[in-house]
Every structure is written in structure tokens, then in C-alpha cells.
């Protein structure tokens, strides 16, 4: 039993035949594996071709971005200064607005002040004037008075600076009592 010829040829039997069936499993995985081979050489054969021309045009596509951002960019700025334009000129009109109706309310008062020195009664000053010195001094306290009422201006005929306006002009005069009489 103990021959050893007889276990090296069992053991080499035993290996030849360990060796079949591992090849017999072996050839549809490395028929699997030459396919697999063949699909990734088509596939890297296709990315070879198809990669360049899409890869040009994304490139070409971010250089259209980057000019439609300039554009876009130059195109607000350009509004940008259309509308300060625009606010300037509306700023320019509101000022000569304001000009024209302070002219327009100047050439009024100045109309209406025109209307009233020349509808107004004169004899008061007329009268004066005629009086010797010594008569001018002889005016009683009520004939002093009546000839200020006259001079005076009624509370409706009364210039007022609020009307309207923020800031007050400085040119116009101030009537006083004295110095109409």
C-alpha cells in the first residue's frame, strides 16, 4: 500500500484534472473578458472620435457665454447711465419748475401790487402835501389813523411765503406801516 509510484501518478491525475476543470471554467469568463475587451476598445475608439468635436464645442460655448455676459453686462451699464441721464433731466425740469413759478408768482404779486397803486385812492398824500408845515402837525390822532387804514393791506392781499414753496426768497420786500404812509 505504501507504494509510492502509485501516489505521485494519483496525485498527478488528481492535479491534470484539477487543472481541466479550472480551464473549463476558465474559457467562457475569458470568452466574457475578450468581449469585454472588444466593447471597451470600440468604446475608447468612440470617445477618441466623439470627444474632441464635443469638448471644442463646450469650449466654444463658454466663450459665447463670457461675450453674451460682456454684452449683457455692457448693456446695463449703458442703462445705468441712461437712467441717471434721465434723473438729472428730471431733476433739471423740476428745478426750472420751480423757477418758472416763482417767476410766474413774482410777475402776480407784482401785477397785483401794480393793480392796487394804481386803483388806490391818492387824495390822502395829495392832501398832505398841500397842508402848510404848521397845518401838518395839526392832524389829530383820528385823521392820523384813517389815512394808515387806508394804506393798509387786507388779510387776503397779504403775500404769503408758504404757499407752496420750501425755502423763502430773500428779495422780497417787507411792507410796513411805516413805510407806506
Known amino acids: ?5 502509485f ?3 494519483f496525485s498527478i491525475l488528481l492535479v491534470a484534472a ?3 476543470a479550472v480551464l473549463v471554467a476558465a474559457i467562457p469568463a475569458l470568452q466574457e473578458l475578450a468581449r469585454a475587451a472588444r466593447s471597451a476598445e470600440k468604446l475608447f475608439d468612440t470617445l477618441s472620435r466623439e470627444l474632441p468635436p464635443t469638448l471644442n464645442a463646450i469650449r466654444t460655448t463658454g466663450l459665447e457665454l463670457t461675450d453674451l455676459t460682456d454684452d449683457v453686462s455692457e448693456g ?8 441717471k441721464q434721465v434723473d438729472q433731466s428730471l431733476d433739471s425740469a423740476r428745478k426750472q419748475a420751480q423757477n418758472l413759478q416763482l417767476g410766474t408768482r413774482s410777475i402776480f404779486v407784482g401785477v397785483k401790487t401794480a ?11 395829495r392832501a398832505l402835501e398841500r397842508l402848510q408845515g404848521n397845518e401838518k402837525t395839526s ?3 383820528r385823521e392820523r389813523e384813517a389815512l394808515r387804514a387806508e394804506n393798509r393791506r387786507n388779510k387776503s392781499e397779504v403775500y404769503r411765503t408758504n ?3 420750501s425755502d423763502t ?3 422780497e420786500p417787507s411792507f410796513d406801516d411805516e413805510d407806506l404812509s
Do not use: H
Open 1 to 5: 500500500m505504501i507504494d509510492p509510484l
Open 18 to 20: 484539477s487543472l481541466t
Open 115 to 125: 393793480w392796487k397803486t394804481f386803483t388806490r385812492q391818492k387824495p390822502s398824500r
Open 7 to 9: 501516489w505521485l501518478g
Open 76 to 83: 446695463v451699464k449703458s442703462a445705468s447711465q441712461v437712467v
Open 163 to 165: 404757499d407752496g414753496y
Open 139 to 141: 392832524l389829530n390822532l
Open 169 to 171: 426768497s430773500e428779495w
